[in-house]
């Protein structure tokens, strides 16, 4: 059993910037790949970053392809925290943002359903 929980979120003007934190409970966090999810009022959640267990001595990164050169994943196993680094914000980018976590290498990194872990959520607003 894995407990996720978000922070970070916040309000923020256009072009500004956001990190956003995801710390997760237990001993086996390095185990797990995780993701960043976001959910736009009257929109499905959508796929925007996700992040490989260790392999070799590389991650692998993953990112839908409009937070692409404006956000970073990155993740400490020693914290067993997940970040998202938001730069360039735009009013498109508001949304509820949640973090996930899955065990398996099967299934897409770009599906919900390949999770099995979801913390509840932080609120990023960006004005224009």
């Known amino acids: 059993q894995v407990q996720l929980v978000e922070s970070g979120g916040g309000l923020v003007q256009a072009g500004g910037s956001l990190r956003l934190s995801c710390a997760a409970s237990?001993?086996?966090?390095?185990?797990?790949?995780m993701g960043w999810f976001r959910q736009a009022p009257g929109k499905e959640r959508e796929f925007v970053a996700a992040?490989?267990?260790?392999?070799?001595?590389?991650?692998?990164?993953y990112y839908t392809d409009s937070v692409k050169g404006r956000f970073t994943i990155s993740r400490d196993n020693a914290k067993n925290t997940v970040y998202l680094q938001m730069n360039s914000l735009k009013p498109d980018d508001t949304a509820v943002y949640y973090c996930?976590?899955?065990?398996?290498?099967?299934?897409?990194?770009?599906?919900?359903?390949?999770?099995?872990?979801w913390g509840q959520g932080t609120q990023v607003t960006v004005s224009s």
């Open positions: 992040i490989t267990w260790l392999a070799g001595s590389t991650y692998s990164t």
């Open positions: 237990g001993r086996t966090f390095s185990r797990y790949a």
């Open positions: 996930a976590a899955r065990s398996s290498s099967r299934g897409s990194y770009y599906y919900t359903g390949s999770y099995d872990y």
